[in-house]
């Protein structure tokens, strides 16, 4: 388990010499760039070889670790996506006129959007998770009970719901937006459902 700390700390070390030479040479914004960049490579690693670790050795990923930061990872990324350099280069645009004020709202779906799109689906895999397979959710991984699986779910759903629809709009995020509109929903069927 420590390969992930030290992969991360490394991919870190080289990003943020790299962020130091780049300011040097008033490259700003590839400076910028390339620290969000190692930074998010360093927190994937470790998040995402922890989820490796559990699944090798048969344990359940029923922790708030996890449920926590497959929603706030990506939340973070949307909400700085617009100070970010690599946002201005737009993968989809898409253009919505809001009757009867005839408001152009501009949607945009950018490289952010897409790095945050992991989380999103392993935090939608880990809620419905929670009504199938899990009664509890454990606060830390030696927990032996914990607050209902499903209650967290459906509290989980509606607090990131507004608050991923929050930060879609703040960013002009489109896939934001969808994810709000989608958790929020889903608490809905699964608050009525129960």
């Known amino acids: ?3 992930r700390h030290t ?7 080289i990003g943020v010499s790299a962020t130091i030479f780049f300011f040097i040479q008033n490259e700003d ?3 910028l760039n390339t620290l969000f ?3 998010y490579t360093a927190i994937t690693i470790l998040y995402f070889l922890r989820i490796f670790y559990y699944v090798d050795h048969h344990a359940t990923l029923n922790e708030i670790y996890f449920l926590s930061l497959a929603n706030i990872i990506p939340l973070v990324i949307i909400l ?3 100070f970010l350099p690599i946002f201005e280069e737009a993968l989809l645009d898409l253009a919505i006129t809001i009757q009867p004020s005839n408001e152009l709202v501009e949607l945009h779906i950018a490289v952010p959007s897409l790095l945050a799109f992991p989380y999103l689906i392993v935090s939608t895999a880990l809620l419905i998770r929670s009504f199938t397979r899990y009664q509890f959710i ?3 991984s030696q ?4 607050p209902s699986a499903e ?3 459906i509290f989980t759903f509606f607090i990131f719901g507004f608050l991923f629809l929050f930060a879609g709009i703040f960013a002009s995020d489109l896939l934001g937006i969808l994810y709000g509109i989608f958790f929020i929903f889903s608490g809905i069927g699964f608050f009525l459902g129960k």
Request: proline letters at 3%; charged letters at 10%.
């Open 1 to 3: 388990m420590a390969i």
């Open 7 to 13: 992969i991360a700390w490394f991919i870190m070390l």
């Open 29 to 31: 914004n590839l400076a």
């Open 37 to 39: 960049i190692s930074i």
């Open 80 to 82: 700085i996506s617009p």
């Open 138 to 140: 454990r606060i830390t």
């Open 143 to 146: 927990s032996e009970r914990g």
């Open 151 to 153: 209650w967290t779910a």
